[in-house]
């Protein structure tokens, strides 16, 4: 019986160590749209329209078109997600507490003493069945969701205002 009972423990704590797969997107996205995007510029491979235009008013129209207000929201939504990847992140990490407390006590017979106290402690999620792990994982790719959806956001915007202007211009010329 006592057999049974260590085989059967034993196979429970090997069975929790195993962790999730590793999951793997279906297919790349390809590179160019992956770029690094600093602080929202249109250099590189979202400014290849300023090239082409040759129209000054066409291309400081389609710069505030990348400032509207869908744009803010996806940035927020950027910033949150870096967050909650940034907790998650941070909940993986020992945590360490210390505190400390000190006082003086004088007794009725006039003679003083201190007390001082102290405490330390640390704790470690050890994450044996990979939970942590893959709740940051599913962060992290909603963070590079959210910055996918900014870049679009962005994109969307120049290109309505890129048309209706064309729709003017045409419409001024006839």
């Not at 078109?65 to 992140?89: H, P, Y």
């Not at 992290?140 to 962005?154: D, H, S, T, V, Y």
């Amino acid at each position: 019986m006592r057999a049974h009972l260590f085989g059967l423990a034993t196979a429970a704590l090997a069975a929790g160590c195993v962790s999730a797969p590793e999951l793997s997107p279906a297919a790349a996205a390809p590179s160019q749209w992956l770029l690094p995007d600093p602080a929202g510029s249109t250099t590189g491979a979202d400014g290849w329209w300023r090239e082409s235009t040759g129209d000054a008013t066409m291309n400081a129209l389609i710069e505030q078109a990348g400032e509207i207000n869908s744009i803010d929201e996806a940035r927020a939504r950027l910033m949150e997600a870096r967050a909650r990847v940034r907790a998650v992140r941070g909940a993986l990490l020992p945590n360490l507490a210390a505190s400390g407390e000190a006082s003086r006590t004088e007794p009725a017979e006039g003679q003083a003493y201190d007390v001082e106290q102290g405490a330390l402690s640390a704790s470690l999620d050890l994450d044996l069945f990979g939970a942590g792990r893959n709740r940051l994982r599913a962060a992290g790719a909603n963070a590079a969701e959210q910055e996918a959806m900014l870049r679009l956001a962005r994109i969307n915007a120049r290109r309505t205002a890129a048309d209706l202007y064309i729709a003017v211009r045409l419409a001024q010329a006839q």
